[in-house]
């Protein structure tokens, strides 16, 4: 099983702001990608989404002026990693511009 795990720095962001917009927009993040169907729970107390398919599952946790991803995929999955990790960074880099 293939995963990776990257902290993306969002200068004067608070916790807040990251989590609502990473959970207003994860549902139309997720269905452009080619994991299958997706379970997402959000935790507005923890500050943290959580998805879950057959290839694979990940938890984006939001702090002040950070946002950590874990992703875990499937042996089947794994072979679009560089794919799947490029394409949340570009949405973060969409969400989140400089």
């Known amino acids: 099983m293939a995963s990776f795990s990257k902290t993306f720095t969002i200068p004067g962001k608070t916790s ?19 994991i ?13 989404v959580t998805f879950k ?3 694979a599952s990940g938890t984006l946790s939001a702090k002040d002026g950070s946002l950590s991803v874990d992703v875990s995929l499937s042996l089947l999955a794994s072979a679009f990693k560089g794919k799947i990790e490029e394409g ?3 949405w973060l880099t969409k969400t989140f511009p400089s």
């Open 36 to 48: 299958g169907n997706v379970e997402v729970k959000r935790d507005e107390g923890a500050k943290k």
């Open 16 to 34: 807040d702001v990251i989590y609502g917009a990473i959970s207003s927009d994860i549902d139309r993040f997720l269905s452009k990608t080619p």
């Open 53 to 55: 398919s057959s290839m």
């Open 88 to 90: 949340i960074t570009r």
